[in-house]
């Protein structure tokens, strides 16, 4: 069965994947994502094919910073090379995409859950240190506790559902929630939810959107 991707990754992440300024746990979430997401994917390729282009355009770039047209870097984004979109690795359904599996191997039966309370499950997964990945398991019909966040939160669905105030997610679709954000995920009553959670702590991660952009510009 395949499942229609309705929540994606943002642009700002993809960005950041581009130019390899993200922590070890948001690339593991794009790209378990995008192994699963052509539309994705082919807006990374995109966003590949302008890091590429500004890179092949140093010199001319910095004589135009240097004049200050800034239309005329646009204009190169503008025309960069039409993009050609790579197949995937793996396309395959189940439950754990290829990226996810150098993790924690080819399915599930090998993950060490730890009960939090309230029926849920999670196994805090071995990356950096500057941010954290954790699968969660909520059993059918039961929900996360009510919570706030201190930095940026995404989820991805695995298996199952959830439901919050901000929409119903399903399998590889991706919630992105911020310090604005306070919600209640409740699992679908027909079947238990699996998801991939990453945490960032808040200054770090408003810190890193702007160089994100910046670096990927490299302005
Ligand atoms: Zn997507
Ligand atoms: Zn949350």
């Known amino acids: 069965m395949t499942h229609n991707i309705k929540h994606h990754i943002t642009d700002q992440l993809l960005m950041g994947y581009s130019a390899g300024t993200l922590s070890e746990a948001f690339n593991l979430l794009v790209a378990t994502h995008i192994s699963m997401c052509d539309e994705c994917r082919a807006q990374l390729a995109s966003f590949d094919s302008i890091g590429g282009a500004m890179l092949d355009a140093e010199g001319d770039r910095l004589a135009t910073l240097a004049t200050g047209s800034l239309a005329a870097v646009m204009e190169r984004i503008e025309n960069a ?3 050609v979109v790579p197949a ?20 599930l039966t090998g993950v060490k ?3 939090i309370g309230m029926g849920v499950r999670q196994a805090i997964l071995p990356t950096s240190s500057q941010a954290t990945a954790r699968l969660l398991h909520i059993p059918a019909g039961a929900a996360m506790p009510d919570h706030g966040h201190n930095g940026v939160e995404m989820t991805m669905v695995l298996k199952g559902a959830f439901q919050d105030e901000d929409g119903y997610f399903a399998r590889g679709d ?3 929630a911020d310090t604005a954000i306070n919600h209640t995920p409740t699992a679908d009553i027909h079947e238990d939810c699996i998801c991939l959670a990453v945490t960032d702590a808040p200054l770090r991660f408003k810190g890193l959107l702007p160089r994100i952009v910046q670096r990927f510009i490299r302005i």
């Open 88 to 107: 995937p690795a793996e396309r395959t359904d189940k439950t754990v995409p290829a990226p996810l599996s150098d993790y924690i191997g080819d399915d």
């Open 113 to 115: 859950w730890r009960h």
């Open 81 to 83: 090379p039409t993009v």
């Open 174 to 176: 991706v919630e992105t």
